[in-house]
Protein backbone atom coordinates (compact mmCIF):
# COMPACT_ATOMS: atom_id res chain seq x y z
CA UNK A 1 0.00 0.00 0.00
CA UNK A 2 1.54 3.60 -1.08
CA UNK A 3 1.21 6.33 1.46
CA UNK A 4 0.84 10.09 0.03
CA UNK A 5 2.69 12.12 2.32
CA UNK A 6 1.06 15.80 2.47
CA UNK A 7 2.68 19.19 3.28
CA UNK A 8 0.36 21.80 5.01
CA UNK A 9 3.99 24.18 5.47
CA UNK A 10 7.36 23.19 6.69
CA UNK A 11 6.62 22.13 9.74
CA UNK A 12 3.36 20.04 9.44
CA UNK A 13 2.55 17.15 7.43
CA UNK A 14 -0.17 14.42 7.08
CA UNK A 15 -1.69 11.51 5.30
CA UNK A 16 -4.47 9.59 5.26
CA UNK A 17 -4.41 6.36 7.42
CA UNK A 18 -6.65 4.02 5.64
CA UNK A 19 -7.62 1.85 8.91
CA UNK A 20 -9.31 -1.47 7.53
CA UNK A 21 -8.44 0.33 3.86
CA UNK A 22 -11.08 3.00 4.92
CA UNK A 23 -9.75 6.35 3.03
CA UNK A 24 -10.19 9.63 4.23
CA UNK A 25 -11.71 8.75 7.64
CA UNK A 26 -8.62 9.41 9.91
CA UNK A 27 -5.36 12.11 9.95
CA UNK A 28 -2.05 11.59 11.20
CA UNK A 29 -0.16 14.35 11.48
CA UNK A 30 3.44 15.23 11.80
CA UNK A 31 5.40 17.96 13.18
CA UNK A 32 8.95 18.23 12.17
CA UNK A 33 11.35 20.76 13.94
CA UNK A 34 14.54 19.65 16.29
CA UNK A 35 11.80 17.43 17.69
CA UNK A 36 9.68 15.35 15.92
CA UNK A 37 6.16 14.85 17.10
CA UNK A 38 3.10 12.64 15.94
CA UNK A 39 -0.45 13.80 16.63
CA UNK A 40 -2.29 10.69 17.11
CA UNK A 41 -1.98 7.33 16.27
CA UNK A 42 -5.49 5.78 14.84
CA UNK A 43 -6.09 2.24 16.06
CA UNK A 44 -4.30 -0.88 16.98
CA UNK A 45 -5.39 -2.16 13.63
CA UNK A 46 -3.66 0.65 11.35
CA UNK A 47 -0.27 0.04 13.40
CA UNK A 48 1.57 -1.44 10.19
CA UNK A 49 -0.05 1.67 8.08
CA UNK A 50 1.40 4.25 10.61
CA UNK A 51 4.98 2.66 10.49
CA UNK A 52 4.35 3.17 6.52
CA UNK A 53 3.73 6.76 6.96
CA UNK A 54 6.58 7.44 9.20
CA UNK A 55 8.71 6.08 6.53
CA UNK A 56 7.43 7.59 3.95
CA UNK A 57 7.75 11.17 5.72
CA UNK A 58 11.68 10.56 5.24
CA UNK A 59 11.49 9.65 9.16
CA UNK A 60 12.83 6.56 11.49
CA UNK A 61 11.26 5.17 14.03
CA UNK A 62 14.63 6.41 16.22
CA UNK A 63 14.11 9.92 14.87
CA UNK A 64 10.24 10.11 16.79
CA UNK A 65 10.77 12.48 19.90
CA UNK A 66 6.61 12.53 21.06
CA UNK A 67 3.78 10.91 20.12
CA UNK A 68 0.69 12.51 21.26
CA UNK A 69 -2.69 12.08 21.12
CA UNK A 70 -6.27 14.85 21.48
CA UNK A 71 -8.00 12.01 23.55
CA UNK A 72 -7.04 8.20 24.08
CA UNK A 73 -10.60 6.81 21.91
CA UNK A 74 -9.66 3.50 20.09
CA UNK A 75 -9.70 5.49 16.54
CA UNK A 76 -7.00 8.27 17.99
CA UNK A 77 -4.99 6.69 20.07
CA UNK A 78 -5.95 2.86 20.34
CA UNK A 79 -2.06 2.25 18.23
CA UNK A 80 -0.31 4.38 20.93
CA UNK A 81 0.84 1.81 22.79
CA UNK A 82 2.20 -0.14 19.61
CA UNK A 83 3.77 2.84 17.91
CA UNK A 84 5.74 3.72 21.34
CA UNK A 85 7.01 0.07 21.43
CA UNK A 86 9.19 0.48 18.68
CA UNK A 87 9.53 3.95 18.83
CA UNK A 88 11.80 3.45 21.67
CA UNK A 89 13.05 7.24 22.17
CA UNK A 90 9.71 8.61 22.25
CA UNK A 91 7.85 9.87 24.82
CA UNK A 92 3.62 10.22 25.23
CA UNK A 93 1.42 13.32 26.04
CA UNK A 94 -1.97 12.82 27.38
CA UNK A 95 -4.20 14.25 29.21
CA UNK A 96 -3.96 13.77 33.37
CA UNK A 97 -7.22 12.14 33.04
CA UNK A 98 -6.49 9.65 31.03
CA UNK A 99 -2.68 8.82 32.25
CA UNK A 100 -3.43 6.08 34.28
CA UNK A 101 -5.75 4.73 31.82
CA UNK A 102 -2.52 4.30 29.09
CA UNK A 103 -0.65 2.74 31.74
CA UNK A 104 -3.24 0.29 32.57
CA UNK A 105 -5.58 -0.49 29.56
CA UNK A 106 -7.81 -2.87 31.22
CA UNK A 107 -10.91 -0.37 32.10
CA UNK A 108 -10.17 1.32 28.96
CA UNK A 109 -10.57 -1.66 27.02
CA UNK A 110 -13.54 -2.60 28.50
CA UNK A 111 -15.59 0.62 28.14
CA UNK A 112 -14.32 0.82 24.67
CA UNK A 113 -15.40 -2.75 23.87
CA UNK A 114 -18.81 -1.73 26.58
CA UNK A 115 -19.81 1.39 23.70
CA UNK A 116 -18.39 0.64 20.43
CA UNK A 117 -18.96 -3.17 20.22
CA UNK A 118 -17.94 -5.39 17.10
CA UNK A 119 -16.05 -1.92 16.07
CA UNK A 120 -13.47 -1.62 19.22
CA UNK A 121 -12.40 -5.41 18.22
CA UNK A 122 -12.59 -4.04 14.82
CA UNK A 123 -9.86 -1.09 15.81
CA UNK A 124 -7.60 -3.56 17.99
CA UNK A 125 -6.89 -3.85 21.52
CA UNK A 126 -4.51 -0.96 22.92
CA UNK A 127 -1.03 -2.05 24.17
CA UNK A 128 -0.01 -0.41 27.74
CA UNK A 129 2.56 2.26 27.60
CA UNK A 130 4.94 2.58 31.26
CA UNK A 131 4.21 5.47 33.27
CA UNK A 132 8.30 6.49 33.09
CA UNK A 133 7.49 7.23 28.90
CA UNK A 134 4.51 9.17 30.01
CA UNK A 135 3.98 13.18 30.41
CA UNK A 136 0.55 14.28 32.00
CA UNK A 137 -0.21 17.88 29.87
CA UNK A 138 -2.01 20.45 32.56
CA UNK A 139 -3.96 22.69 31.04
CA UNK A 140 -1.82 25.35 29.19
CA UNK A 141 1.14 22.89 29.16
CA UNK A 142 4.17 23.86 26.71
CA UNK A 143 6.13 21.70 24.36
CA UNK A 144 9.12 23.08 22.77
CA UNK A 145 9.63 21.37 19.66
CA UNK A 146 12.60 23.85 18.73
CA UNK A 147 11.08 26.94 16.84
CA UNK A 148 7.70 25.61 17.44
CA UNK A 149 5.93 25.21 20.55
CA UNK A 150 2.79 23.07 21.03
CA UNK A 151 0.12 24.26 23.80
CA UNK A 152 -2.07 22.20 25.33
CA UNK A 153 -5.93 23.53 25.76
CA UNK A 154 -8.40 21.33 27.05
CA UNK A 155 -11.54 20.95 25.03
CA UNK A 156 -13.99 18.57 27.10
CA UNK A 157 -17.52 17.92 25.62
CA UNK A 158 -16.75 14.74 23.59
CA UNK A 159 -14.68 13.16 26.52
CA UNK A 160 -13.34 14.99 29.67
CA UNK A 161 -9.45 13.87 28.77
CA UNK A 162 -9.92 15.92 25.90
CA UNK A 163 -7.24 18.25 24.41
CA UNK A 164 -6.37 20.49 21.39
CA UNK A 165 -2.98 21.08 20.77
CA UNK A 166 -2.21 24.56 19.38
CA UNK A 167 1.05 25.27 17.50
CA UNK A 168 1.09 29.02 16.18
CA UNK A 169 -1.70 29.34 13.92
CA UNK A 170 -2.75 26.29 13.75
CA UNK A 171 -4.43 23.55 15.78
CA UNK A 172 -5.39 20.13 16.30
CA UNK A 173 -8.62 19.76 17.29
CA UNK A 174 -9.25 15.92 17.08
CA UNK A 175 -13.12 15.56 17.99
CA UNK A 176 -13.51 19.00 19.57
CA UNK A 177 -14.67 20.63 17.09
CA UNK A 178 -17.21 17.64 15.00
CA UNK A 179 -16.23 15.87 12.09
CA UNK A 180 -14.91 17.84 9.13
CA UNK A 181 -16.33 16.39 5.54
CA UNK A 182 -13.99 18.52 2.73
CA UNK A 183 -15.50 16.91 0.10
CA UNK A 184 -19.10 17.59 1.29
CA UNK A 185 -17.21 21.25 2.93
CA UNK A 186 -20.04 20.26 6.54
CA UNK A 187 -19.09 19.27 9.63
CA UNK A 188 -21.43 17.23 12.02
CA UNK A 189 -21.09 16.47 15.98
CA UNK A 190 -19.52 13.56 16.97
CA UNK A 191 -20.14 12.45 21.20
CA UNK A 192 -19.70 9.19 22.72
CA UNK A 193 -21.91 7.63 25.29
CA UNK A 194 -21.39 9.93 27.35
CA UNK A 195 -21.51 13.40 26.64
CA UNK A 196 -21.45 16.97 28.04
CA UNK A 197 -23.43 19.31 25.68
CA UNK A 198 -22.63 22.21 27.82
CA UNK A 199 -18.93 21.69 27.92
CA UNK A 200 -18.67 20.55 24.11
CA UNK A 201 -20.14 24.33 23.04
CA UNK A 202 -17.83 26.35 26.33
CA UNK A 203 -14.72 24.32 24.58
CA UNK A 204 -16.31 25.72 20.81
CA UNK A 205 -16.34 29.12 22.48
CA UNK A 206 -12.63 28.78 23.93
CA UNK A 207 -11.21 28.07 20.76
CA UNK A 208 -12.80 30.32 19.00
CA UNK A 209 -10.96 32.94 20.84
CA UNK A 210 -7.72 31.64 20.28
CA UNK A 211 -6.07 33.60 16.96
CA UNK A 212 -5.96 30.16 14.63
CA UNK A 213 -5.60 30.01 10.55
CA UNK A 214 -5.95 26.18 10.49
CA UNK A 215 -7.83 23.33 11.94
CA UNK A 216 -5.71 20.14 11.47
CA UNK A 217 -9.14 17.18 11.94
CA UNK A 218 -8.50 13.34 13.06
CA UNK A 219 -11.80 13.09 10.97
CA UNK A 220 -10.52 14.33 8.52
CA UNK A 221 -7.47 16.94 6.94
CA UNK A 222 -6.69 20.39 7.67
CA UNK A 223 -9.23 23.04 7.10
CA UNK A 224 -9.75 26.79 6.79
CA UNK A 225 -10.58 28.53 10.21
CA UNK A 226 -13.10 31.00 9.01
CA UNK A 227 -16.10 31.10 10.37
CA UNK A 228 -15.79 27.45 11.53
CA UNK A 229 -16.58 27.39 15.34
CA UNK A 230 -19.51 29.57 14.44
CA UNK A 231 -20.60 27.49 11.96
CA UNK A 232 -20.25 24.12 14.43
CA UNK A 233 -21.69 25.41 17.65
CA UNK A 234 -24.86 25.91 15.53
CA UNK A 235 -24.65 22.50 14.00
CA UNK A 236 -23.95 21.30 17.43
CA UNK A 237 -27.42 22.70 18.75
CA UNK A 238 -29.28 22.17 15.65
CA UNK A 239 -28.64 18.58 15.97
CA UNK A 240 -29.40 18.94 19.76
CA UNK A 241 -32.27 20.44 19.00
CA UNK A 242 -33.49 18.03 16.97
CA UNK A 243 -32.48 14.48 19.31
CA UNK A 244 -34.81 16.70 21.55
CA UNK A 245 -37.87 17.15 19.30
CA UNK A 246 -37.61 13.04 18.68
CA UNK A 247 -37.32 12.33 22.47
CA UNK A 248 -40.03 14.35 23.40
CA UNK A 249 -42.39 11.96 20.32
CA UNK A 250 -40.72 9.24 22.53
CA UNK A 251 -38.78 8.02 19.61
CA UNK A 252 -35.97 5.68 19.34
CA UNK A 253 -32.32 6.44 18.11
CA UNK A 254 -32.51 5.02 15.00
CA UNK A 255 -36.04 7.13 14.08
CA UNK A 256 -34.15 10.01 15.39
CA UNK A 257 -30.79 9.17 12.87
CA UNK A 258 -34.06 9.16 10.28
CA UNK A 259 -34.99 12.31 10.88
CA UNK A 260 -31.62 14.05 11.28
CA UNK A 261 -30.39 12.29 7.65
CA UNK A 262 -33.84 13.73 6.10
CA UNK A 263 -33.24 17.53 8.07
CA UNK A 264 -29.17 17.87 7.78
CA UNK A 265 -27.83 18.31 4.01
CA UNK A 266 -24.86 16.16 3.23
CA UNK A 267 -25.20 13.77 6.53
CA UNK A 268 -26.48 11.00 3.87
CA UNK A 269 -23.62 11.30 1.99
CA UNK A 270 -21.53 10.87 4.38
CA UNK A 271 -22.88 7.59 5.69
CA UNK A 272 -23.14 6.32 2.49
CA UNK A 273 -19.50 7.29 1.74
CA UNK A 274 -17.97 5.46 4.86
CA UNK A 275 -20.28 2.84 5.26
CA UNK A 276 -19.66 0.73 8.74
CA UNK A 277 -17.71 3.45 10.84
CA UNK A 278 -19.96 6.39 10.02
CA UNK A 279 -23.53 4.67 10.38
CA UNK A 280 -22.24 3.89 13.94
CA UNK A 281 -20.93 6.56 14.81
CA UNK A 282 -23.98 8.79 14.03
CA UNK A 283 -26.27 6.47 15.93
CA UNK A 284 -23.27 6.77 18.76
CA UNK A 285 -23.93 10.89 18.65
CA UNK A 286 -27.59 10.71 18.93
CA UNK A 287 -27.27 8.41 21.98
CA UNK A 288 -25.17 10.07 23.01
CA UNK A 289 -27.09 13.35 23.14
CA UNK A 290 -30.40 11.33 24.31
CA UNK A 291 -28.11 10.69 27.66
CA UNK A 292 -27.11 14.16 28.25
CA UNK A 293 -30.81 14.64 27.71
CA UNK A 294 -32.39 12.56 30.16
CA UNK A 295 -29.22 13.45 32.89
CA UNK A 296 -30.62 17.46 32.58
CA UNK A 297 -34.45 16.33 32.52
CA UNK A 298 -33.66 14.65 35.45
CA UNK A 299 -32.45 17.05 37.33
CA UNK A 300 -35.44 19.04 37.33
Known amino acids: MTLSIEKHNDHIFWFDLCPNDESAFISVYFIIDE ?13 DNLVRGIQAAGLNLQDIDYVIPTHIHLDHFGGGGHIMDICENARAIVHPKAYKHVSDIENWWKGSCDFLGDIANLYGKPRPIVPSRLISAE ?30 KDAFVGDSAGLWYPKLEKSFPVTPGYYRHDLALKSIEKMA ?38 CNQE ?8 MLFERRLGLLESDKNHGVHQRGTHLGTVEGMMGWLRRENAKH
Not at 139 to 144: N, P, Q, R, T
Open 35 to 47: KIAIIETGPACSH
Open 139 to 168: EGFELSLGKLNLKAIHTPGHAPHHITWVCN
Open 209 to 246: LLDLEYLHYTHFGPRKALNVFEETQEEFQIWMNIVKEG
Open 251 to 258: LSSNQILG
